[in-house]
Nanobody
Framework: QVQLVESGGGLVQAGGSLRLSCAAS????????MGWFRQAPGKEREFVAA????????YYTDSVKGRFTISRDNAKNTVYLQMNSLKPEDTAVYYC??????????????????WGQGTQVTVSS
């Protein structure tokens, strides 16, 4: 069982930055691919970024490439999402997710086993 707790969301002006953190419990974090997803009101949950269990491979949706960076610290059981140059369209609830013993890194919600409760990110124009 893995429990995930996100933090770091908030209200920021367009062009600003936020860093989201996701702290994981359990002994399988270092063998789990991790992903960040987001869901805006009235929209489906969408992929934002993912990272392999080693941290050697990262993946991003096109709309955040060059602005967001995903990273992980396996010693701290934590994954991060650094978000720069934020835009109003980035406003959503952001969720982290874990895929234990992942052989590949998934970009769809169905590929993940565990989810956090979400943290709200609001970008004002």
């Amino acid at each position: 069982q893995v429990q995930l707790v996100e933090s770091g969301g908030g209200l920021v002006q367009a062009g600003g930055s936020l860093r989201l953190s996701c702290a994981a419990s359990g002994r399988t974090f270092s063998r789990s691919a991790m992903g960040w997803f987001r869901q805006a009101p009235g929209k489906e949950r969408e992929f934002v970024a993912a990272i392999s269990w080693t941290g050697g491979s990262t993946y991003y949706t096109d709309s955040v490439k060059g602005r967001f960076t995903i990273s992980r610290d396996n010693a701290k059981n934590t994954v991060y999402l650094q978000m720069n140059s934020l835009k109003p369209e980035d406003t959503a609830v952001y969720y982290c997710a874990a895929d234990e013993y992942a052989a590949i890194v998934h970009r769809t919600p169905s590929g993940y086993d565990y989810w956090g409760q979400g943290t709200q990110v609001t970008v004002s124009s």
